[in-house]
Nanobody, 128 residues
Framework: QVQFVESGGGLVQPGGSLSLLCAVP????????IAWFRQAPGKEREVVSC????????RYADSVKGRFTISRDKARNSVYLQMNDLNFEDTAGYYC?????????????????????WGQGTQVTVSS
């Protein structure tokens, strides 16, 4: 069974940084597009970023462009989300996800119901 594991969340002050890690033991991540979503209390789950499998092209939500960077480490079979200049609105649970039929971040990639496999999430709290 494919089980995503996220880590790296925590409590950070506004303007701070965190790096989230998505790993799947025994599963080759680089064959698939991987997306990061987030969900704040009382809000719908929204896409944050996506990285394609073949060319590594990336997509970002407008709210995080210029602050967040998604990347792969093929040697470690992991996907990272580097988050800089965090603000209060970034507070949420962060989840990585995949659809085993999706290799690109195109079309309806931003819809959470497009994804079959999810992790348990890691909490990011931005507070002063």
């Amino acid at each position: 069974q494919v089980q995503f594991v996220e880590s790296g969340g925590g409590l950070v002050q506004p303007g701070g940084s965190l790096s989230l890690l998505c790993a799947v033991p025994g599963f080759t991540l680089d064959r698939y597009a991987i997306a990061w979503f987030r969900q704040a209390p009382g809000k719908e789950r929204e896409v944050v970023s996506c990285i394609a499998s073949m060319d590594g092209s990336t997509r970002y939500a407008d709210s995080v462009k210029g602050r967040f960077t998604i990347s792969r480490d093929k040697a470690r079979n992991s996907v990272y989300l580097q988050m800089n200049d965090l603000n209060f609105e970034d507070t949420a649970g962060y989840y990585c996800a995949a659809n085993l039929l999706r290799t690109r971040c195109s079309g309806t990639y931003y819809l959470s119901h497009e994804y079959d496999y999810w992790g348990q999430g890691t909490q990011v709290t931005v507070s002063s």
